[in-house]
Nanobody
Framework: VQLQASGGGLVQTGGSLRLSCAAS????????MGWIRQSPGKERELVAA???????YYVDSVKGRFTISRDNAQNSVYLQMNSLKPEDTAVYYC????????????????RGQGTLVTVSS
């Protein structure tokens, strides 16, 4: 499965962005899907994930602000990001996991291409 993320950009603090992930080369319906972010000097972080059955996981720092969703018919995953903060600045990667039971564990994910999100203060 190849994953292409889009929708990143420059936004002011408090703004919103919606990231999209288009999958090709296979169907995502059986996979857990997630968004992983990485910024300079910080560890890679699983920001949000959604199991094949629709269960969701969010890292504490984005709870109440980010929403992950999936559209299996469109073979796509989305991340709605509201109330953005400068610390959300990172490259965001769409990722899939074969370990649906462990959809909340970063190490089970395979990343695709990322999109840069920059939040200005």
């Amino acid at each position: 499965v190849q994953l292409q993320a889009s929708g990143g950009g420059l936004v002011q603090t408090g703004g919103s962005l919606r990231l999209s992930c288009a999958a090709s080369g296979g169907t995502i319906s059986r996979y857990a899907m997630g968004w992983i972010r990485q910024s300079p000097g910080k560890e890679r972080e699983l920001v949000a994930a959604i199991s094949s059955g629709g269960y969701t996981y969010y890292v504490d720092s984005v709870k109440g602000r980010f929403t992950i969703s999936r559209d299996n018919a469109q073979n796509s995953v989305y991340l709605q990001m509201n109330s953005l903060k400068p610390e959300d600045t990172a490259v965001y990667y769409c990722a899939y996991s074969l370990s649906d039971d462990y959809y909340y564990r970063r190490e089970t994910y395979h990343r695709g291409q990322g999109t840069l999100v920059t939040v200005s203060s």
